[in-house]
């Protein structure tokens, strides 16, 4: 069965803190992977997609296809990062993580 | 555009009854998507149309749930004899192109509460 799993419910760090959030997943094939954000009040976006290899907002995500993982990280996390990130990979249709909510204290 | 729009934003129904959703997609996107998000959940996929043709629909959790999208452009989603797992938002998303991979343009969500 296709699964994706972000293991934590909340991340909270303190500004100018490295951040990591986790994606994991177990497919038959190689799907392609995006990271979803919604901010408060706001409505789910894209923030980055593997293919792009693109930095967005100051965040990466690299795939690691031995651990089939895609986590997203960012260096130094800023208070505007606050947020629920999704993962979410694409075999045949999208695929969501439960998210994780990511909260950035100054 | 505006974006992606649906109606109504809030939903309140008795158990039992019908309820209709609708969704505006960009214009001119020719991809749209039906998602469903319970509490604490990430959003799960219910249904896809390319145009006016209904390409997938695995995701529909049972035949109470029915999709259209007769001319290509507006979407309704119907769940008929609403139950109480029913209550979630439901999200709606378009692309541009016929291909699932482009991004996705979501929604603001109808949040419905079966009571």
Not at chain 1, 68 to 90: G, I, N, V, W
Request: glycine share 8%; hydrophobic share 30%.
């Amino acid at each position: 069965a296709q699964r994706v799993t972000q293991p934590e419910k909340l991340l909270s760090v303190f500004k100018g803190a490295p951040v990591e959030l986790k994606c994991n997943y177990s497919y038959s094939g190689s799907p392609e992977l995006f990271w979803y954000v919604q901010y408060s009040r706001q409505r789910l976006q894209l923030l980055l997609r593997h293919i792009s290899r693109e930095s967005i907002k100051g965040f990466t995500a690299d795939l690691n296809k031995g651990e089939t993982s895609f986590h997203l990280k960012k260096p130094f996390a800023q208070e505007e990062d606050s947020a629920m990130y999704y993962c979410a990979p694409r075999f045949q249709k999208l695929v969501f993580g439960t998210g994780t909510r990511l909260l950035v204290s100054p | 555009g505006a974006g992606v729009s649906q109606s109504p934003r809030y939903k309140v129904a008795k158990r039992g009854q019908d309820v209709a959703l609708r969704c505006d997609p960009i214009s001119g996107h020719v991809s749209l998507f039906w998602y469903q998000q319970a509490l604490g959940q990430g959003p799960e996929f219910l249904t896809y149309f390319q145009n006016e043709a209904q390409l997938d629909k695995s995701g529909l959790p049972s035949d109470r749930f029915f999709a259209e999208r007769p001319e290509g452009s507006v979407s309704t989603l119907k769940i008929q004899r609403t139950q109480q797992e029913d209550s979630a938002v439901y999200l709606c998303a378009s692309t541009p192109e016929g291909q699932i991979s482009y991004e996705q343009y979501f929604g603001p969500g109808t949040r419905l509460t079966v009571t």
